[in-house]
Each structure stands twice: as structure tokens, then as C-alpha cells.
């Protein structure tokens, strides 16, 4: 989720800490624990100020595993008792634990995912029925703090929306359920599917859909019942194996490679001297454009000469960033 619905969470979760008696008189603390635990999974974010390889090869990676969801409450906890006497400790690592335990949970429910099982895997797990911001849980979330302010026991308010949100999220799988076997039904008559991804947008009744056969790629987007494809692209065959070897040890290719669960590759001589080839990302289509990219311009060798990850949107721009690494 977004930093905005983190925190919303963090101050959902210092409403029901009141209620503990061991805490009453630490409401400045007790808030101050619970949010930083919603947020410190994060704190990877600081990996953009190096490249964007770094950050999205490890962004909701280790930060998000076991050992580190653990760690985080005992660290904040630690923290606590040594600079503020008085607090009971118990009960300040047992609402940490469940605040970065909350974060590392609905994370997994979008599109991006976490790596939240390593150490015993390192598969990103990406339910893809939440948007990273969805207004719908953000605005609940809103009035519920709001209510709460104006007195109201906070088991009166956050029980029903506890409830109120276990149902949207099985609303949601239903919803990604249908479509995809919608979308699967549109093109099983052109070629036998191999990848499939359904997304959700920001827009409740808009998902984004990408399917890939043998022979096609098939990318767009739901609005309410109906399933539009705006691009469809014949597939390339991958690039002979003496060119790819240089390219996958190159970071941000790498990085892609690791991050993206469907793309597609375009691979062209742009001269005597360049080779190109371009991993696009299916899951990013907006405005007739692919916003997320990987490209590697090769010399007459086969050497990387220059690469790039990122989001971009526009090609001038793209070609500004490759030369500029």
C-alpha cells in the first residue's frame, strides 16, 4: 500500500491501543511506536538515492521477509525503553509486532508484492486485487478515524470496518476471478495461453489485463463487464544466447528480469555499431504507452555501452536517461 494508507493504518491501530489499560497513560508513545512500526518496512525507499536497479531489486524485499518483520518491533521497542522510562515494554512490542505484521500483510495484495516468506523463498508474492493506493479502503479508513476523535469507543468503530473490509477483499478476488476467465474466453480461439495478469487500477470497475500466448501479445484494460484490448504484438523469439549472456549480468537488466512477471522483448540493429534490446514491461500500458522499461544499447562486441530501468513516459525522454548512465 501507499505511505498515506500505511499511516492511516498506523493511527487505526493507535485507536484500538487505547483500550489496553497498560497504556493509557502513553498515548504519545504508544502512537508514536504503532506508526513508525506501519511505516519501517519501508525505510528501503531510501535504496532510490543510489539507482533504480538497487531500489526495485530490493524494494519490499528483505525489509519485508520474516526475519525482518520480527526484527523491526524488537528494534522499535528497544529504542522506546531506552530513551523513554515508564513504558511497559510487553505491550509496546505486541502492538509494534502487529503494526509491522499488518503492513507486510496487505502488501501482498497488490500488484507489486513482497518477498514476504524469505528466507524459505524468495518468489514475490503479488495477489493483484488491490491498487498500491485504493480510495475506497483510504477513505473508510478516514471517516473511521474521524469518528473515533469525536469519542467513540473504537471497538464500535474499527469492528465494523474489520468486517467491512474482509468483505470488500473477497469482493475483490471475485471480481479478478470473473475477469480473468472473461478475458481468457476472448482469446482461446487465438492461441493457447501461457502468462495471464489481471490488476487492479485506481478505479474500482478498472482492471488491467495482459495475456500472453505462443504467438501473441494481448494487453488492455476492463471497464465494468467489458474487456477491451488495445495492443496485440506478435512475439519475438528471444535473442541468440551469445548476446543475451553479456546483457543478463547487467543490473538494470537484471533488476527487470527479477521484478517484472510479464513483459515482452524487442530486440533491432539501430546501426553498425548499436544493438538494442528492450524488455517491456505488460503490466504498465496507460495512454498507448508502456511507462516501465528496461533497455541496453550494445557495441559492435556485444558489451553493454549503456542501460537503464525505469518508468518513463515518453520515448525522447527514455533515450535522455539510457545516455545519462
Known amino acids: 500500500?501507499?505511505?498515506?494508507?500505511?499511516?492511516?493504518?498506523?493511527?487505526?491501530?493507535?485507536?484500538?491501543?487505547?483500550?489496553?489499560?497498560?497504556?493509557?497513560?502513553?498515548?504519545?508513545?504508544?502512537?508514536?511506536?504503532?506508526?513508525?512500526?506501519?511505516?519501517?518496512?519501508?525505510?528501503?525507499?531510501?535504496?532510490?538515492?543510489?539507482?533504480?536497479?538497487?531500489?526495485?531489486?530490493?524494494?519490499?524485499g528483505i525489509t519485508h521477509s520474516i526475519p525482518f518483520t520480527l526484527l523491526w518491533p524488537l528494534l522499535i521497542t528497544f529504542l522506546a525503553y531506552i530513551f523513554i522510562s515508564g513504558i511497559p515494554p510487553l505491550h509496546i512490542w505486541l502492538w509494534a509486532q502487529l503494526a509491522v505484521a499488518l503492513h507486510v500483510f496487505v502488501d501482498i495484495f497488490n500488484s507489486y508484492g513482497t518477498q514476504a516468506l524469505r528466507p524459505f523463498s524468495n518468489k514475490w508474492i503479488q495477489l493483484s486485487v488491490i491498487n498500491t493506493f485504493d480510495p475506497i479502503i483510504f477513505a473508510i479508513l478516514l471517516v473511521a478515524i474521524t469518528i473515533w476523535s469525536f469519542g467513540i469507543h473504537p471497538y464500535?468503530?474499527?469492528?465494523?470496518?474489520?468486517?467491512?473490509?474482509?468483505?470488500?477483499?473477497?469482493?475483490?478476488?471475485?471480481?479478478?476471478s470473473w475477469l480473468k476467465n472473461q478475458a481468457l474466453k476472448q482469446v482461446q480461439h487465438l492461441g493457447q495461453p501461457t502468462k495471464v495478469f489481471i490488476a487492479p487500477t485506481i478505479r474500482f470497475m478498472?482492471?488491467?489485463?495482459?495475456?500472453?500466448?505462443?504467438?501473441?501479445?494481448?494487453?488492455?484494460r476492463s471497464f465494468g463487464r467489458n474487456i477491451v484490448f488495445s495492443d496485440k504484438v506478435k512475439r519475438q523469439t528471444l535473442p541468440d544466447i551469445s548476446i543475451m549472456k553479456p546483457v543478463r549480468n547487467d543490473p538494470n537488466i537484471r533488476a527487470f528480469l527479477n521484478f517484472s512477471s510479464i513483459y515482452r522483448w524487442h530486440f533491432e540493429h539501430i546501426d553498425d555499431e548499436t544493438t538494442e534490446l528492450r524488455l517491456i514491461d505488460l503490466r504498465y500500458l496507460k495512454n498507448g504507452h508502456y511507462q516501465f522499461v528496461a533497455?541496453?544499447?550494445?557495441?559492435?562486441?556485444?558489451?553493454?555501452?549503456?542501460?537503464?530501468?525505469?518508468?518513463?513516459?515518453?520515448?525522447?525522454?527514455?533515450m535522455k536517461k539510457l545516455y545519462a548512465h
Not at 501507499?2 to 504508544?30: C, E, Y
Open 1 to 60: 500500500m501507499d505511505t498515506a494508507t500505511h499511516i492511516a493504518m498506523g493511527i487505526s491501530l493507535t485507536a484500538l491501543a487505547t483500550t489496553d489499560p497498560t497504556l493509557s497513560n502513553h498515548f504519545a508513545v504508544t502512537a508514536s511506536v504503532i506508526i513508525a512500526g506501519s511505516l519501517i518496512p519501508d525505510i528501503d525507499t531510501v535504496l532510490k538515492i543510489k539507482n533504480n536497479a538497487t531500489y526495485i531489486t530490493h524494494h519490499r
Open 156 to 176: 464500535i468503530v474499527f469492528g465494523p470496518v474489520l468486517v467491512i473490509f474482509v468483505g470488500y477483499y473477497v469482493l475483490r478476488f471475485k471480481m479478478r
Open 206 to 220: 478498472q482492471w488491467r489485463i495482459a495475456i500472453q500466448t505462443e504467438q501473441h501479445d494481448y494487453v488492455g
Open 295 to 318: 533497455i541496453a544499447h550494445l557495441d559492435s562486441d556485444m558489451s553493454v555501452r549503456h542501460s537503464y530501468i525505469g518508468w518513463v513516459f515518453s520515448e525522447d525522454k527514455l
